[in-house]
């Protein structure tokens, strides 16, 4: 049975990954022209960012404060998360 730690940081990381989501969600409206593909593109980062703070939380690795996905991608290989080398490639 999880303890309170634990719990909360399950809770923390579905956070994270909750507005991960509706980052994606917003970042997929193409059909509304009043909408500018800065502000599309801008909410697809804003999910990646979360979608790796997430599972930054849930392996308890502590990150700075930071909108850098580099940086991000860069502390989950120092705390020995794989991450994909077409992803790494990208990122470096």
Not at 33 to 57: D, G, N, T
Request: proline share 4%.
């Amino acid at each position: 049975m999880p303890d309170e730690h634990d719990k909360a940081i399950a809770e923390l990381a579905a956070e994270w990954l909750r507005r991960a989501q509706n980052d994606l969600a917003l970042s997929q409206i193409t059909d509304d022209e009043r909408i500018a593909p800065e502000i599309l593109v801008y909410h697809a980062q804003q999910a990646a960012e979360k979608a790796i703070k997430a599972l930054l939380v849930k392996r308890q690795v502590e990150f700075p404060y930071t909108h850098s996905i580099n940086t991000l991608l860069s502390i989950c290989q120092t705390a020995g998360i794989d991450v994909p080398s077409s992803v790494a490639d990208t990122h470096s």
